[in-house]
């Protein structure tokens, strides 16, 4: 299973990596505004910094609506550096760009995702990554970890090639079910990805461990 950040926040973007366990990145428009970029230079020498800093994929989502103005974002932001995978949402026209996107060798991310149906029509059109929204669908009282559970089961079935990546993680609870329900990639808050590690036994015991220590070597 594959970590990637859910951030434009470089510093978090950094001290991920720097964990040593990071193997890419998303980003969306909303998380590009709260980092204040403005501008089209500035957004995408920003996608640039991110694949700067780490080896993996990084998203960078098309702010058209339409297949031409899609075609055309997809492919600056496709140029921009190799590590860039262009997210389309999931609409009429995103899974035509996304077909046209994978027959010219551009990867892609189908985004905003809520049904098994979506999942499909993102997977016949060749995205390389789908992100089925789990905390969004938990936010409507809809079981997100079963629908990632349900993309899984057909993509293996009909061995599709399209990897599911669990996005609008909350929390490290998503992880562990996403990861049990066989999802190839969450992506996650730095929050998240940090609360995995905290355990109380972990902390106690190293505790008594260099107690244990330093009674004997002072
Ligand atoms: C990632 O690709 C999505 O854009 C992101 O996970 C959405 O998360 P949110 O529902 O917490 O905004």
Known sequence: MKFFIDTANLD??????????????TTNPSLMAKEQIKGEASIRQHYVDICNIVKGDVSAEVISTDFEGMIKEGRELAALHKQIVVKVPC?????????????NGIRTNCTLVF???QALLAAKAGATYVSPFVGRLDDI???GVELIRQIVDVYRYYEFP??????SIR???HIIQCLEAGADVA?????????????????????????DHKKVNG
């Open 91 to 103: 609409t009429k026209d995103g899974i035509k760009a996304v077909k046209y996107f994978t027959d």
């Open 12 to 25: 978090q973007i950094r001290e991920a990596n720097d964990l040593g366990v990071l193997d890419g990145v």
């Open 171 to 173: 929390h490290t609870m």
């Open 187 to 211: 992506t996650c808050p730095l929050s998240a990805i940090m609360g995995l590690l905290k355990h109380p036994l972990t902390d106690a015991g190293l505790a008594q461990f260099l107690a």
């Open 141 to 143: 009282s809809t079981d």
């Open 115 to 117: 049904s098994v149906g």
């Open 162 to 167: 399209t990897q599911v990546l669990a996005a």
